[in-house]
């Protein structure tokens, strides 16, 4: 610790630039916008006003927190210069549309119009996340039981790999979407059809994953087992399971991935609630603010369940951690 | 400690045992690995088997072990036929073979949970972590350790289940020559101390004269058991001793001409 004292030193402190770039990319954005918007409705400058002074209070909160909090200070040295990149693209975005009228309205509107239709419309697109995030939890935790037991079958048993692998390997690579034609004539109501879209394209990675993973088992972990008087029960669940979990992580993710594009399809076209249905109703009526709205949500939805994910894999996944990385 | 238990200890009988494996390029074909082996170890008995790489030592231990099933012939511990594995006839390989996702106490915990013991067995774990000098590394993970400590873990996770005989294949090849000699004078201290059968395959002439009451040598295509040399020297062992390099001399010159017969023979 004490040799690389100076170092310390040196981390101890957050430069001022860095400290004011925030504010400061702040005000340009927001003078920009003053500039170029000026017969704009006032409703949206005000809160877009809102959204720039909130920006601007916190970032001086947290100038002045970090001094006496080394852990804030690392995260801000680290995220500041996004957050200023983040700021500074808005305001490009607002001349691209408001300033050059670059692109097309009403499909483009800047950003101020997209900020005031989050917030007229925020009891909607509560309402509708709240809707997709029931529907992804139901489907995918579906999709994962299915996908898990299935694999380790798959994985572990030859007689069920002869039997069920061509099976997996001729309707796990329809995309699930594929599916939404039949899949309203069988289930009696639309969201449970759309749950068992997103299980259907969660199951397909899930199991594959999972069934490599138990199968490639290394075999003197087994031997190893069977020698300490182990019998088939912990075989299975606690060296050939255990083994495949990195394997059954990657399957996880990739099922994650294909449960998010089933979930908004699914919603646009058959349930009549969610994000996706908001999103095509929006366009419907041509509100394309509140389209971009909707999109801001997902982005910050999906990336946060995908967040929490990798959280889980890194905590359960302690014991390999700095040997795999991806 | 660990009480000293002469009485779990078992002989192991091997009776003309035969095995063969198919041979990758010419399926309908087999090779045999083992021809007509015969020997027996007495119970408490430190023997070695050794050999140039190749000529079914491993083999012969997975047989031991129950882990592969001999063509002909009888493999017989204690008084019971070998039929399958069991947690009588513990394994160390040459890489331990940790459970990367378990730590080092539940690594050595392995044996008490797979034969559901554990709750009355837990104080044990300790004991064994202690043997081993492990007692500060009993929640690190398999990758913090060293090669060294890694079959430390190996060897105390196969004693904890008491095993009647313990099977080690190479279970120091893959150590440095300090480490090497070290972990030779454990081994011994646990043997002593628990007088379990112990049967080592090793291809290092050294270790077998330093550790074994006996050593078997095998020679290869079909493996068999060349010569018996009982190793009647007093431990602890002179590496450098004159009847300590008598034996290595004979088994040296035992070996090269044994690979002389065999390249004459074919």
């Known amino acids: 610790m004490n040799a690389n004292g100076a170092i310390t030193n040196e981390r101890s402190r957050l430069p001022w630039p860095m400290q004011l770039a925030v504010p400061a990319a702040s005000l340009i954005t927001f003078g920009t916008h003053l500039l170029i918007a000026q017969n704009a409705p006032p409703l949206e400058t005000r809160s877009y006003m809102l959204l720039f002074w909130e920006i601007v209070g916190v970032s001086i909160v947290l100038a002045i927190a970090q001094k006496f909090w080394p852990v804030l200070r690392r995260w801000m040295r680290h995220m500041w210069p996004i957050f200023t990149a983040a700021i500074l693209l808005l305001g490009v975005w607002d001349v691209i549309t408001v300033g050059l009228h670059l692109l097309p309205l009403p499909y483009f509107p800047g950003p101020a119009a997209v900020l005031r239709s989050l917030i007229s419309d925020r009891g909607l697109l509560l309402d509708s996340t709240w809707h997709s995030l029931v529907l992804l939890v139901s489907g995918y935790t579906l999709g994962v039981i299915v996908g898990l037991v299935s694999g380790v079958c798959i994985g572990w048993s030859s007689s069920v790999r002869y039997w069920g692998m061509p099976l997996l390997k001729v309707v796990g690579p329809i995309p699930a979407t594929a599916w939404i034609p039949i899949a309203m004539v069988v289930s009696p109501s639309a969201i449970m059809s759309s749950a068992g879209l997103i299980a259907l394209a969660v199951w397909f990675p899930v199991t594959m994953l999972t069934a490599s993973g138990v199968s490639n088992t290394r075999a003197s972990y087994l031997d190893v087992a069977r020698t300490l008087g182990a019998g088939h029960l912990y075989l299975i669940f606690r060296v050939a399971i255990p083994a495949a979990i990195p394997n059954i992580f990657i399957g996880l993710f990739m099922g994650l991935g294909a449960s998010f594009l089933t979930l908004v399809v699914a919603e646009s076209v058959g349930v009549k609630s969610g994000l996706g249905w908001y999103v095509s109703w929006a366009q419907g009526w041509a509100e394309y603010g509140k389209v971009f709205a909707a999109l801001i949500i997902m982005a910050a939805f999906f990336s946060t369940v995908m967040t929490l994910l990798f959280k889980l894999r890194d905590r359960v996944l302690v014991w390999q951690k700095g040997i795999i990385k991806w | ?266």
């Open chain 2, 1 to 266: 400690m660990v009480t000293t238990n002469i009485a779990a200890a078992s002989g192991v009988r091997v009776h003309e045992i035969c095995k063969s494996f198919p041979v990758p390029d010419a399926p309908d074909t087999s090779r045999l690995a083992l021809g007509d082996i015969s020997f027996s170890i007495a119970a408490g008995e430190l023997v070695s088997l050794v050999g140039p790489s190749g000529c079914g030592k491993s083999t012969l231990l997975r047989l031991v072990a129950g882990l592969d099933v001999p063509d002909s012939g009888e493999l017989v511990v204690g008084n019971q036929k070998i039929v399958g594995p069991s947690a009588e006839r513990g394994l160390v390989f040459q890489d331990p073979n940790l459970f990367p996702w378990l730590s080092v106490r539940r690594n050595i915990e392995t044996g008490l949970v797979a034969r559901g013991v554990l709750r009355e067995k837990r104080n044990e774990v300790r004991e064994f972590m202690r043997l081993v000098g492990l007692e500060t590394f009993a929640n690190a993970y398999p990758h913090h350790l060293s090669g060294g400590m890694a079959q430390r873990v190996a060897l105390a996770r196969a004693l904890i289940n008491h095993p009647k005989v313990l099977l080690l294949d190479e279970p120091l090849g893959a150590l440095d020559a300090f480490t090497r000699m070290r972990m030779q004078d454990e081994v011994l201290r646990l043997w002593e101390n628990r007088r379990t059968t112990m049967l080592l395959v090793t291809h290092d002439i050294d270790e077998a004269i330093y550790m074994s009451d006996r050593i078997l040598i095998m020679t290869p295509a079909p493996g068999r058991i060349d010569r018996e040399i009982d190793i009647d020297l007093t431990r602890p062992r002179d590496r450098t001793g004159g009847s300590f390099l008598r034996f290595r001399g004979e088994i040296l010159e035992h070996l090269h001409f044994a690979g002389n017969a065999a390249g004459a023979s074919t």
